[in-house]
């Protein structure tokens, strides 16, 4: 299995880099640039700057300067904010961003995860009802929609918690962040665990161990749950990487100092190093997750061998 | 006069459809004695399979079912399922028909044998272990300690119901109904199996019921016959008696539909028409249809089961001969 995961490793960098070129091409032939304002600079200036992020030079010259600085673990300055490199800008927000999105992912996992569970065993009978009424609620409204909706009843008008801002430590400030990015994810995985967990209560080997007389909670905890997990599983690695670039958006809306501010600002004003450094950091979180998610398919499938 | 294990009473099992009622098995009675090995015998759909689940709990949704079975002065029929939980895997236990899909794939042999032994006899986890070992080399496992650790798909299907035979009869419970246990298995392994049953239940003074459409099984086996049609038992009575002087006319096509090495026909003799659907019985006699001995009663009133001596019973109104060139 440790062969595996290296081979795995190693085949991810055609892949990356065929990710990143593809990043770098798009950008780039999307209008504007990063010196494009309000007021147009003088054309000295203008040249100037270009000359210095090498933005003057042929596109595939730049694609190849980039790509060398990459390998030696360079994301590049920013080109909007001055006298910051990507790679810092990404070390103040990132973490504040993965706290949040993992925050929602645990949560949102286990309360999927337990919602799923009591509706396949109660199938058709009102907590599956429910289920279904809370889940439609969470796939239906976009994020930025319930963000808005939440801020008004629970941040205006009932005083719960706060609408929005951060202090630092406060876990106040991130109860209705985090309820944002996690209904629609709970509201995924329970649809996904209710259906697999029906499937695996129908199945003969469910039926012999109701026959062995162990009990329903064994039942399910010993012999339901683990081949249940695996559509579920598979849903993790993607549904993680939602979380992360929700999270952007979320931060935005309630005003968190996350890495979504300067990746927001960044897309808009074109400002090719932050956007492109944050989108390799997202593909090797998802490259990374995709892994974990097939290393841990094993322990559930034994039949799943890793050569 | 052996011990009776397990008495049924008026057992019925219906299924709730969306607008109507299915009965699967209706007024089923029979009794089960220490060691005996009672075969049900009938084709698909006649309830044979529903009436079995229902005395393990094991019935579908929709499923309910009526009546007694009575394990001592233990009624297992409507006990909820976890009263019931004290008894099946204990002294009622099943064997299911398919090998390749009843076992856990994603659990490893001895998990799954040593839970029972966990359960019911209070063993901690490695004397379960042990235990089961000792049980898969008993029903005949090559390497048991090294197969208990395997996982199902590492298994052949002879091997896998091998495993389903040992799970069975680690408590060594009172009865044991196997539910078409060599249908899914090669033929030479289906004579393996049998004897094994047939060693292991009077080793342990098991009953064994054997739920099977297919006649061969029976005769090398079994002691008692109850052949059903329609959810309800026709006749009654030992093998040998059943095999050589059917007295039902369903008995007797299905023993004439049985293909004999001696006799090589050019074709084989199926009872003609269809088992009836449970939703539309046909009135009187549910076998009316499809029967060259009817008359009239047969198509207005419904034969009762009623014994005819001899411990047979049967339930038909033609008290004449029957023979296999009317029926042919």
Known sequence: ?307 | MPNTVLTVEDLSVTFALHDSEVHAVRDMNFTLTESEILAVVGESGSGKSQAFLSIMGLLARNGRATGKAMLGDINLVGMNKSQLDAYRGKDIAMIFQDPMTSLNPSLRVRTQLAEVLVKHRGFDKDKAIRAAIEMLERVGIPEPAKRANAFPHELSGGMRQRVMIAMALLCQPKILIADEPTTALDVTVQAQMLDLFKSLTQDFGTALVLITHDLGVVAGVADRMMVMYGGRAVEKGKVDDLFYDPRHPYTLGLLHSTPHIAHRAARLDPIQGLPPSLEHLPKGCSFNPRCAFRFERCLIERPPLTPTGEGREKACFYEGELSYEKVA
């Open chain 1, 1 to 307: 299995m440790l062969g595996y995961a290296l081979r795995r490793v190693l085949s991810a960098i055609p892949i990356a880099l065929i990710a990143v070129t593809i990043c770098f091409f798009i950008l780039r032939l999307a209008p504007g640039g990063p010196f494009d304002g309000e007021r147009a600079l003088p054309p000295l200036v203008l040249a100037n700057l270009r000359a210095h992020y090498n933005l003057d030079q042929p596109l595939v010259v730049q694609y190849f300067i980039y790509i060398w600085r990459l390998l030696h673990g360079d994301l590049g300055p920013s080109m909007v904010i001055e006298g910051f490199s990507v790679s810092r800008l990404i070390a103040i927000g990132f973490p504040f961003t993965l706290t949040l999105a993992l925050t929602a992912f645990v949560i949102a996992t286990f309360v999927g995860l337990v919602a799923g569970m009591i509706a396949a065993v109660n199938q058709n009978k009102w907590p599956d009802y429910v289920l279904v009424l809370v889940v439609m609620i969470g796939v239906i409204i976009p994020n930025f929609l319930m963000a808005a909706l939440l801020q008004l009843w629970f941040g205006v008008y009932l005083r719960w918690f706060p609408a929005g801002g951060w202090v630092n430590g406060s876990w106040m400030h991130l109860v209705l962040p985090v309820t944002v990015l996690a209904w629609p994810h709970a509201a995924r995985i329970s649809r996904l665990m209710r259906g697999s967990m029906i499937e695996v209560l129908g199945t003969n080997y469910v039926r012999t161990a109701r026959s062995k007389g162990i009990g329903q909670r064994l039942v399910l905890a010993r012999h339901a749950i683990k081949p249940a997990l695996i559509p579920v599983v598979s849903y993790l690695g993607p549904g993680l990487s939602y979380l992360l670039t929700g999270s952007l958006a979320v931060e935005q809306i309630f005003g968190l100092p996350g890495i979504g501010k300067y990746f927001i600002t960044a897309a808009l004003n074109r400002d090719y190093g932050i956007v492109l450094g944050t989108t390799i950091l997202y593909m090797f979180i998802i490259l990374a997750l995709n892994l974990i998610v097939d290393l841990v398919y094993a322990w559930l499938d034994p039949k799943v061998r890793y050569r």
